[in-house]
């Protein structure tokens, strides 16, 4: 059953920025070293503040991107071997605001037919209808077939872009803030939906999101990245329950669940989200951690393995770390 | 004994639109006391934040807007020209919009845009505005402020701009503060300090705040007083602890089970949903304007306009002729269970 | 309950308030397209008058009075039909020229000119600017700064000068200022379709398809240029104007069309010895450049306004 759809091992993606006239350029590591397994069937959360590089990795494993070191395996063949089209034909993205991701010259129908024109479909006789059934399947009436997108409401629009990425049977799905631009009411419809298309037709998510009340609603595992790095990753349970990095701690007692006996909790991170130009040295988090330790500064930390995944902290290299781990 | 900051009675804002009047904004009764949050909370087009622009006197030109009294600590702000206008706005109330990037002007200095308000406002000394855009930097934890001042916006990170929002709203010591959506485009992290900051900075200088925004966990850890907004009417008023344990309006109610909830909505279950659409607000609309996504409707739902009927708990008040009955009782039971 | 849903489904038209599942809020943006062309008054004015021009033009064999190229020298200058002069005639409604060529056919033959002038030298500054500017927007980086160069050589060059010169070492002719015209003009079509497609490469539907394994032409040809095709028209109105001008302006030199073919503006250059004895020999022709031009440009705005992204949804 744990059959793996795809995996990325140790890849990073460094940009040349250039810092200004005749100085030069330097690099900015988006993705820094990253591992990550997608089980078929589970819904992986990529969870981190704007500029972690989440965008950046959902790029590479979309293939829009190629990793500037690493591999990158889609059901176990190697990204770069496969063409475009093979790997439209098993990923596909889900895009946050419905409002950019459909083009306002084209007709719903020929939106979302357009991944059987791509793929040279042999039997376009066929499309109409493959078109009017995965409409159904995501709850579009048959009468908007011929409509265009700015007539269609915002949520009407992101099950247009479902249809649009699903029409194909792709295995794994990545969502980037499927819901995020919708309003709260529309929003548990989109998720609903994605709940139901998941158990029908058998699909992976990896969501990436910054709403963590939707993640831990959704999610079977989770991976939390930080400047570029995952530093902690393990079953949903497991680390909302017990989060093991100071980061995630911090991220989840910033949730504002809807219960008025509660304030605004004080997350004590400081504003500052680092220039990742210029990144801090040792433990990357150091400098906004509650739980700083002189060595921090230095010693950057390693994977530890914990209970479900694994941990990048150096509060964990010593036995009390150990010890708060089992218990 | 409170005193009241802002009064609002039967705020109307109709808007011409080419196929008729759109009543954006229907018979709103709001009022703030001096150190009370009022959340306002609603969906994209429900009229929260014409509200606000109406209170500011910042609605387009082409709005038509409607008030019996419209009261800035008792004193009228409906009807005044627009120089007095300009005087109470940025000095006695001052608002907090959503993007701090283009509510700054990419031109001038942090220092400039801080101290041009109180400049113009108050007759201060540029060395006097200065000490007082330092110290307000400083409550807004910004660290190293005096050199802040000669930033400019693009140079701060958005969670830094809000802040400066922030503080430049504060310039004038103002009695009020409007903020729209003021964390809407943070991150979850910044989100937290913000508004732990807003609620810090309310207590400190006493004074009323307006928060609009549709993100129902903020308003229930901010709010004193939260009013649901919904198609242009108040449906719902109460306090925080009201409207979140014991919702009345089948809107609100809606609402909360939309949003899945850490340790009590079952993980990947189906979340709640409110079937259909917002209605158009383009011409007269008979009966209760939830009517057609409501649970509950029955027949005199749709004969005419439901008033806004005081609850017998106290400063409570619904929109909803269905909510209170023993049917009603029922059905929410049956919700939850 | 079901008929509260339908009935006051029923009831909601145009909204600006969505979001909702079951309906089409919006007519479709063709009619929508359509209602504001109607509604716009510069449009339609332009259009019109545009529209007269291109029938004179094009039907300029059957309607004319006479042939552009006879010369009868005893009838030369008679002046137009509303002039106070014993010399008018129905024969001649706009009076003959210098030569005694009936001036109404030469101002009907010389509109042929100026809107093939016009039109071709558009065609082409728009297939070369359109093509680097939408390469340099698409492909960014090093096709981006090639382009740019491009068209900082292109724009440092003057015009008329460059016209006058090419024209005055390999000679003139009608083909020779077309190409002349359409190979230094193409610069603002490359400005502006660089701009427009940097934003619209920047959405998502242009990452959904490329995700989709589509290819770099398809997403090109495609996805991004119907979405800036409006801007593409509005260029191209604006371009045709300034080709006409500028053909004008060099006839009138003596570098553009050259006798006897009738160029308004040669037929300018040819009265300008009469301004103060016959005006009417350059009022007329003044006049019909005038209004092509100022036709185009009306056009041009109005479809400008009618595509702009405020006044769509």
Not at chain 2, 48 to 76: F, G, V
Request: charged share 20%; glycine share 8%; net charge negative.
């Amino acid at each position: 059953m744990s059959d793996v759809v795809l995996e990325a091992r140790d890849i990073t993606r460094t940009f040349m920025i250039s810092s200004g006239f005749m100085r030069g350029k330097r690099p900015l590591h988006a993705v820094n070293g990253v591992n990550l397994k997608l089980q078929r069937g589970e819904v992986l959360a990529l969870v981190g503040e704007s500029g972690c590089g989440k965008t950046t990795l959902a790029k590479m494993l979309l293939g829009l991107l190629p990793p500037t070191n690493g591999t990158l395996e889609l059901d176990g063949q190697p990204l770069g071997s496969l063409s475009h089209l093979e790997i439209a034909r098993i990923v596909q993205p889900i895009f946050q605001d419905p409002y950019s991701s459909l083009n306002p010259r084209k007709s719903i129908g020929s939106i979302i037919t357009l991944p059987l024109q791509v793929q040279g479909d042999k039997d376009p006789s066929t499309w109409r209808q493959r078109a009017e059934e995965i409409m159904e399947l995501v709850g579009l009436p048959r009468r908007v077939y011929n409509n265009f997108p700015s007539q269609l409401s915002g949520g009407q629009r992101q099950r247009v872009a479902i249809a649009r990425a699903l029409i194909n049977r792709p295995r794994v799905v990545i969502c980037d803030e499927p819901t995020s631009a919708l309003d709260v009411s529309v929003q548990s419809q989109i998720l609903n939906l994605l709940q139901d298309l998941r158990q029908e037709l058998g699909l992976t998510y990896l969501m990436i999101s910054h709403n963590l009340a939707v993640v831990e609603h959704m999610a079977t595992r989770i991976a939390v990245m930080y400047l570029g790095r995952i530093v902690e990753e393990g079953d949903a349970e497991t680390v909302f329950n017990n989060p093991q990095h100071p980061y995630t701690e911090a991220l989840l007692g910033s949730v504002l669940t809807p219960d008025p006996s509660l304030g605004v909790p004080d997350t004590h991170l400081g504003a500052a989200y680092p220039n990742p130009l210029d990144m801090p040295t040792g433990c990357s988090f150091h400098p906004r951690c509650a739980k700083m330790m002189p060595q921090c500064k230095q010693q950057a930390p390693r994977p530890i393995p914990t209970e479900s995944g694994h941990v990048e902290c150096n509060l964990y290299e010593d036995d009390q770390g150990k010890m708060r781990m089992t218990s | 004994m409170t005193e009241r900051i802002l009064e609002v009675e039967n705020l109307t804002i109709d808007i011409p639109v080419p196929s008729g009047i759109l009543h954006a904004v229907q018979d709103i009764s709001i009022h703030v006391d001096r150190g009370e949050t009022l959340c306002i909370v609603g969906e994209s087009g429900c009229g929260k934040s014409l509200t606000s622009l109406a209170i500011m006197d910042l609605l387009p030109k082409k709005a038509i807007r409607q008030a019996a009294r419209l009261e800035l600590a008792d004193e009228s702000i409906f009807g005044i020209s627009e120089r007095r206008m300009s005087d109470i706005r940025g000095n006695r109330m001052s608002m907090i919009f959503q993007e701090p990037m283009t509510s700054l002007n990419p031109a001038y200095t942090i220092g400039d845009q801080l101290t041009e308000a109180l400049r113009r406002h108050r007759k201060v000394s540029r060395g006097e505005a200065k000490d007082r855009a330092v110290f307000l930097l400083e409550k807004v934890g910004i660290t190293a402020a005096a050199s802040r001042l000669g930033q400019y916006p693009h140079q701060l990170s958005g969670g830094l701009r809000q802040r400066v929002m922030i503080a430049m709203a504060l310039m004038c010591g103002p009695d009020l503060i409007i903020a729209d959506e003021p964390t809407t485009a943070l991150d979850v992290t910044i989100q937290a300090q913000i508004l732990h900051l807003l609620a810090e900075l309310q207590r400190e200088f006493n004074m009323g705040l307006i928060l609009i925004t549709h993100d129902l966990g903020v308003v229930a850890r901010i709010a004193d007083r939260i009013a649901v907004m919904y198609a242009g009417q108040i449906v719902e008023t109460g306090s925080a602890a009201q409207i979140f344990t014991e919702p009345l309006h089948p809107y609100t109610r809606g609402l909360l089970d939309c949003i899945p909830i850490p340790g009590k909505t079952q993980r990947g279950a189906h979340l709640g949903a409110i079937p259909g659409i917002v209605p158009s607000l383009v011409g007269q609309m008979p009966g209760c304007h939830f009517a057609s996504r409501c649970p509950l409707v029955d027949d005199h739902c749709l004969a005419g306009a439901v008033p806004l009927f005081d609850h017998r708990d106290t400063n409570r008040s619904i929109r909803c002729l269905r909510a209170d009955n023993e049917d009603t009782q029922k059905i929410s039971q049956e919700g939850v269970a | 309950m079901t008929d509260v849903t339908k009935s006051s489904g029923a009831s909601q038209g145009g909204s600006i308030l969505s979001s909702g599942l079951d309906d089409i809020l919006e007519p479709s943006p063709g009619s929508l397209m359509r209602k504001r062309i109607f509604g716009h008054t510069g449009l339609v004015i332009g259009g019109g008058v545009l529209l007269i021009i291109l029938l004179m033009a094009i039907l300029a064999p059957v309607i004319s009075p006479g042939d552009p190229y006879d010369q009868d020298l005893s009838r030369k200058l008679i002046p137009p039909v509303w002039h106070e002069s014993a010399k008018v005639t129905w024969d001649h409604p706009l009076g003959t020229d210098l030569l005694g060529r009936d001036y109404m056919t030469r101002i009907f033959y010389g509109a042929r000119i100026s809107l093939l002038i016009g039109f071709a030298a558009m065609m082409i500054s728009g297939l070369i600017g359109t093509t680097l500017g939408v390469l340099a927007g698409y492909f960014g980086g090093k096709v981006d700064m090639v382009v740019n160069f491009i068209i900082t050589t292109r724009l440092s060059l003057p015009v008329v000068l460059v016209a006058l010169a090419v024209v005055s070492l390999i000679g003139s002719s009608l083909t020779v200022v077309i190409w002349v015209l359409g190979l230094l003009i193409w610069d603002r079509f490359a400005v502006v379709m660089r701009s427009a497609t940097q934003q619209v490469r920047g959405l998502d539907f242009v990452a959904a398809a490329q995700s989709l394994g589509c290819s770099t032409r398809h997403i090109i040809l495609s996805e991004i240029m119907p979405n800036v095709a409006n801007h593409l028209i509005v260029i191209a109105t604006i371009e045709m104007a300034h080709a006409i001008l500028l053909e004008a302006a060099l006839s009138f030199l003596g570098l553009g069309v050259q006798p006897p073919d009738p160029s308004w503006g040669l037929m300018i250059a040819e009265a300008k010895g009469m301004l103060f004895f016959d005006a009417w020999l350059i009022t007329i022709p003044g006049v019909a450049l005038f209004a092509l031009v100022l036709s185009i440009n009306l056009l041009g705005d109005g479809m400008r306004d009618v595509t702009a992204p405020e006044n769509r949804n």
